[in-house]
């Protein structure tokens, strides 16, 4: 069963002092475990330090993200929040600590070169090797070839993990900062 993520981005009235919701994440932001493990330590496979992670709902949410919370109940965990200038201040070039416990997969193309096809994609050709070499927990850089096909051993950079669609998430967020102060908007988020 796969992770999924909630949630709202939110912004905070400067008259009033409370917490609106503006934007609804589930309308951007797909199932992307390197980018909840790169932002909130949630299915951190790619060995990334969070940028946000464990710090609970806000004790002010909008009513919105409290209705969404209480609804979804138990099914619901992980909660936490980032904001504005934090998401800023991320180095997309800072590297992960450690290797991607997913082993990157290329196939050979006609014209020679590798195309990539995915991660966490073992064969049982390549299960079989790394056995036999007692390589369970492969090193950056290891590289094994099997028929067309090319496994390495990566290691991610926050750049690599933050697609397009959080790019725009936070493109979405900037106009909100602006107004408001990059402090005074945030991203609340859950998994299930």
Not at 51 to 75: C, H, K, M, W
Not at 86 to 114: K, M, S
Not at 140 to 167: H, K, S
């Amino acid at each position: 069963m796969g992770t999924d993520i909630y949630g709202w981005v939110e912004f905070q009235d400067q008259d009033t002092g409370t917490w609106q919701h503006c934007i609804d994440i589930s309308l951007l932001i797909d199932r992307d475990y390197d980018a909840f493990g790169c932002l909130f330590g949630v299915r951190n496979y790619a060995c990334f330090r969070p940028i946000a992670a464990n710090r609970g709902l806000p004790a002010d949410v909008s009513t919105q993200v409290r209705f969404d919370t209480e609804e979804i109940g138990e099914y619901a965990s992980d909660h936490t929040w980032v904001n504005l200038a934090e998401l800023r201040a991320i180095d997309r070039d800072e590297v992960a600590l450690g290797v991607d416990e997913r082993v990157h997969q290329y196939r050979h193309a006609a014209t020679g070169t590798l195309v990539y096809e995915g991660k966490a994609t073992w064969s049982r050709d390549l299960a079989a090797l790394l056995a036999r070499h007692d390589q369970t927990t492969p090193e950056e850089g290891a590289q094994w070839e099997i028929g067309n096909r090319v496994y390495r051993a990566e290691r991610l950079r926050r750049g690599d993990a933050l697609g397009e669609d959080w790019r725009l998430l936070i493109k979405m967020m900037e106009p909100l900062g602006e107004r408001y102060g990059a402090e005074h908007v945030r991203l609340v988020v859950w998994f299930e």
